[in-house]
């Protein structure tokens, strides 16, 4: 079969929906046309509230540096913690520069439109990939929250031997979370990590990027 | 212009281009139930964009983009019920009876058997191939050269021939 068999068969079909598709006007005046709008503004939203929160955390991060820089403990502690936040906070910079070109619509080509709405999916689970690392970081909130909300040291006297415990538990949460990130980052996920991961978004991610290669590799000419 | 005067303007366009919106819908969703929420999500889409409709574009471009960027979309979230899209047990759009041939139906949905081996993208080349757009156009809506359009092209109808050649 020729493909202009198929555009006469396309022709044909075209000229019998002349005559027997229908439009239920009713119907259509019913729809609730706005919705959409909401939709899109709720997500901007979210994500305007999002960079606040990371803003705040950020400068309150930052005073702390400055209020305690002459005690290790705490420099560090807050200093991990600020690299998590600064890197949140570009990613989210990133999704908002997607939303807010996404927002203007669907009537951009079709190419760069599919491209921005996978670049957004994968990079909303890419931030969650990497915030699962802030797990075996938490003795550092620890130390931190200590110091702020009770005023106390973990690293000194009796609180020492709590702090190790946490530090200790830490060391097991971070084995298994390098051993699943880099398994995950791999091209071809063995079956036990996509069962582990069911839900978690990590399906979304790797179809995503997939389509991703696919719209690159449409859009390059032969 | 009125709200109530911009609606019924939009309310026409889609009665007028009520072809383009079914065949999209029809192409991307095989499940009558999704695509009733497809047709739907697919002109709230147009809603949405109709104020911004920039004139230096043809229409039906305009209108090719959104509702081949909503059917792409759709078809990628698994084909799951949109929450902006509130379930409808009636169809926007309905095919009335009429006397056309079986003969007819058989090769559409040989037609349509072949355009759904083809990925999403090429899904789209296809349709707008089908409907005799200019290649200058579906570049325009496919966001690709000319030249890409034309190779494109060029491989489906060898595929299509190496497909036909077993058979």
Known sequence: ??????????????????????????????????KVQGKANGLLTLKIFEIAMLLI???????????????????????????????GIVSVIRQLSIITQLKLGYDDA??????????????????????????????????????????????EGTRRAYLLSNVVAAFIFLIPTIWIFIALSRENIKPWAKTLLFGSGWYQANAAADFLKEIEAFEKEA | MTP???????????????????????????????????VQEVIIQLWHSFGNYNNQYKLSTWMYRIALNTAISFYRSDHKRKANTSSISENIFDIADDDTSIELDERVTLLYQFINQLDELNKALMILYLDNNSYKDMADILGITETNVATKISRIKQHLKQQFSKQ
Do not use: H
């Not at chain 1, 690392?133 to 973990?154: E, H, Q, R, S, T």
């Not at chain 2, 889609?14 to 009558?32: E, G, P, S």
């Open chain 1, 1 to 34: 079969m020729e493909l202009q068999e198929l555009k006469n068969i396309w022709a044909e079909y075209d000229r019998k929906l002349d005559k027997t598709l229908q439009v239920n006007m009713q119907l259509l005046r019913q729809l609730k046309l706005d």
């Open chain 1, 57 to 87: 955390m950020l400068g309150w991060l930052g005073d702390f540096m400055l209020k305690y820089y002459r005690q290790p403990q705490f420099m560090i502690s807050a200093f991990v913690l600020l690299v998590f936040v600064a890197l």
């Open chain 1, 110 to 155: 079709i190419a760069p439109v599919q491209k921005n709405i996978q670049s957004l999916k994968a990079v909303i689970i890419t931030t969650l990939k990497y915030a699962l690392l802030l797990i075996p970081c938490y003795p550092f909130l620890l130390i931190i929250a200590g110091k702020m909300i009770f005023n106390v040291d973990f690293t």
């Open chain 2, 4 to 38: 109530q005067a911009d609606k019924d303007q939009f309310l026409y366009l889609i009665q007028q281009n009520k072809k383009l919106i079914f065949k999209v819908c029809n192409t991307y969703c095989a499940d009558a139930e999704d695509r009733k929420d497809l």
